[in-house]
C-alpha cells in the first residue's frame, strides 16, 4: 500500500527529477521506487518492501549500510574543518593522512595520488596526466588512448570518450579525439567460436594490431577494467593479460588500469590488477574507497609517471574544489581502517569469493542460463533462450530487464545488462546472505521463464 507521503514524492520525483541513465518520459509514468533506508545487505523502499542489494548500491557500498563509524568519522569532521582546498600550497590532514594510507596499501611502485571527486574526474585527471607525462618525456605525438568496446569509465565528456558504450558515444559528441576503441575480452558474446585460451589471445592481439596501425611512437596508454563491470561482469580468459602485457612492454605503453569497481577487494585483493598480475602506471579509483558513503576518487600514480611529474614538471593545470574534500578523506580513512580491522580483502579472497563461487554456479542448470560465472564477489548469469547453443532472445523481448524487475519484485537487487544479469554485493556479506541471494536470483529465474512462457501463449 502507497501511503499519501509516498504518493507525493513519486509525483513530485516525476514531475522534477531527471534521474542518470534513464528514459526521462518512461519513468516519469511509470514512477519510481523510493529508498529510504538500509542496513548491512538491505535495502528498504517507501512502500515497507525489503531488498537484498545484490549490487551494494552502484558497486559501491562494500562495508554495507548503517556503520555509525563512518558516520561518526563525517561528523567529527565536519565539526573540527567540513572544508578547505587542497589548492595553493595547502593542505589539510585527512587527505595527507589518506594519501600516505593508500600509498601504503598499494602496490610498492605506486606512491602518489592525486584526488577527484569521482570516478569519472578519476578518468579524466588520468587521460591529462597521461598525455603530460609523454609531453615532458619529450614525445608529445603519443597523444593515443586505446581502450575497450563495451569498457565504461566514466559519463563526463572524458570518461564516456574513453568508455566503450556506443550508445553513449552517439549523444552530445563528438568524442575527444585521439581515443580509439578494440575489442573486448568478452568470450561467452563474442567468442564462443573458439576455446577460451585461444579467444584470449585473439583480443590480445587486437592491441598489438591497433597499435602498429596507429604507429606505436603515436601511442600513450591502454586502458582497461581488470573484470568489465558495468559492460556485464566479463571476466576475460586467463591468456588475455599475459599476452596484454608482453604487448605493452614490446611498445612501451603506459598501461592504466580502472580500479573504481575491482578496487578495494572485490575480486579479493586490494586491487583487481594485483589478481592478474599486472603492474599499472596508473589507476583511477573510486567508489569503494569510502564505501560510497561520500564522492570520492582519485588516481594513483606509479613511479615512472610520478617522478617525471613531480621533477620535470612544473604546474598542472588541473584540479577540483573537491579534491581531497576532508570530510570524504575522513570517511575513506575510516573505511580503509576498518577493512583492514575486519580483514575484508582476505574474507573475500578466502572465503566468500570462494562460496559464491560454489553457490552462484549451481544457477547454471536453469533452464534460462547459458553461463554462470563469478569472481571474488562480482558475478554474472548470461540469459539464453536456447541453453545447448546459446542462442539469445530477441533483443525486443527484453528479457534482462524483464528478470530485473522480477528480482525487484522479489526482494534482490539484481543489475541487467541486455540480457546479463550481474551482481556484485557489499563484501560483508555472509553465507546465509549468500544462500538468501541465490535462493532470491532462482526465484526470480523461475518467475521471468513463467512470464516468457505465458508471453509466447498469448
Ligand atoms: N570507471 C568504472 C570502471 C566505473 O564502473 C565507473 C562507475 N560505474 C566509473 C569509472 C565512473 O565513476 P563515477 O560514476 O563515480 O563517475
Not at 66 to 79: I, P, Y
Not at 109 to 130: Q, W, Y
Not at 149 to 154: A, F, K, L, Q, S
Not at 280 to 294: E, F, N, Q, R, V
Amino acid at each position: 500500500m502507497t501511503s499519501p507521503g509516498t504518493a507525493r514524492l513519486k509525483a513530485l520525483d516525476s514531475d522534477h527529477h531527471l534521474h542518470p541513465f534513464t528514459d526521462f518520459k518512461a519513468l516519469s509514468e511509470e514512477g519510481s521506487r523510493i529508498i529510504t533506508a538500509a542496513s548491512g545487505v538491505y535495502i528498504q523502499d517507501a512502500d515497507g518492501q525489503r531488498m537484498l542489494d545484490g549490487m551494494a548500491g552502484l558497486w559501491c557500498v562494500n562495508l554495507g549500510y548503517g556503520r555509525q563509524e563512518l558516520v561518526d568519522a563525517a561528523s567529527q569532521q565536519m565539526t573540527q574543518l567540513p572544508y578547505y582546498n587542497t589548492f595553493f600550497k595547502t593542505a589539510h590532514p585527512p587527505a595527507i593522512e589518506l594519501a600516505a594510507e593508500l600509498c601504503r596499501l598499494a602496490p610498492d611502485h605506486i606512491n602518489h595520488v592525486f584526488f577527484t571527486g569521482s570516478g569519472s574526474e578519476a578518468n579524466d585527471t588520468m587521460l591529462r596526466m597521461v598525455r603530460r607525462f609523454w609531453a615532458l618525456k619529450g614525445k608529445p605525438e603519443k597523444q593515443w588512448i586505446i581502450s575497450r568496446e563495451n569498457g565504461y569509465h566514466g559519463s563526463t565528456v572524458a570518461g564516456m570518450s574513453l568508455g566503450g558504450m556506443a550508445p553513449m558515444h552517439e549523444q552530445g559528441g563528438p568524442c575527444v579525439p585521439g581515443i580509439t576503441h578494440i575489442r573486448q575480452p568478452y568470450w561467452f558474446g563474442e567468442g564462443r567460436d573458439m576455446n577460451r585460451e585461444e579467444f584470449g589471445k585473439v583480443c590480445a592481439d587486437a592491441l598489438e594490431a591497433r597499435i602498429l596501425e596507429l604507429g606505436p611512437d603515436n601511442v600513450a596508454a591502454f586502458l582497461a577494467e581488470p573484470v568489465q563491470g558495468a559492460g556485464g561482469a566479463i571476466m576475460p580468459p586467463d591468456s588475455y593479460w599475459p599476452a596484454v602485457k608482453a604487448v605493452l612492454e614490446k611498445y612501451d605503453i603506459l598501461l592504466v588500469i580502472d580500479e573504481v569497481i575491482c578496487g578495494f577487494g572485490r575480486l579479493g585483493e586490494w586491487f583487481g590488477s594485483q589478481h592478474y598480475d599486472l603492474k599499472p602506471d596508473l589507476m583511477p579509483i573510486a567508489k569503494g574507497l569510502s564505501s560510497g558513503y561520500l564522492p570520492i576518487g582519485g588516481v594513483l600514480v606509479g613511479d615512472r609517471i610520478a617522478e617525471t611529474l613531480v621533477q620535470e614538471g612544473g604546474e598542472f593545470y588541473h584540479g577540483f574544489t573537491y579534491s581531497g574534500h576532508p570530510v570524504c578523506a575522513a570517511v575513506a580513512l575510516k573505511t580503509l581502517e576498518i577493512m583492514q580491522r575486519e580483514n575484508i580483502v582476505e574474507r573475500v579472497r578466502d572465503d566468500l569469493g570462494p562460496y559464491l563461487a560454489k553457490r552462484w554456479a549451481t544457477l547454471a542448470d536453469h533452464p534460462l542460463v547459458g553461463e554462470a560465472r563469478s569472481l571474488g564477489l562480482m558475478g554474472a548469469l548470461e540469459l539464453v533462450a536456447d541453453k545447448a547453443t546459446g542462442e539469445r532472445f530477441d533483443s525486443s523481448l527484453a528479457v534482462g530487464s524483464m528478470c530485473r524487475d522480477t528480482c525487484f519484485d522479489t526482494g534482490l537487487v539484481m543489475r541487467s545488462v541486455g540480457d546479463t544479469m550481474i551482481i556484485s554485493p557489499p563484501l560483508v556479506i555472509t553465507h546465509d546472505e549468500i544462500d538468501a541471494l541465490v535462493s532470491l536470483a532462482r526465484a526470480a529465474l523461475d518467475e521471468t521463464a513463467r512470464q516468457l512462457a505465458a508471453s509466447f501463449h498469448l
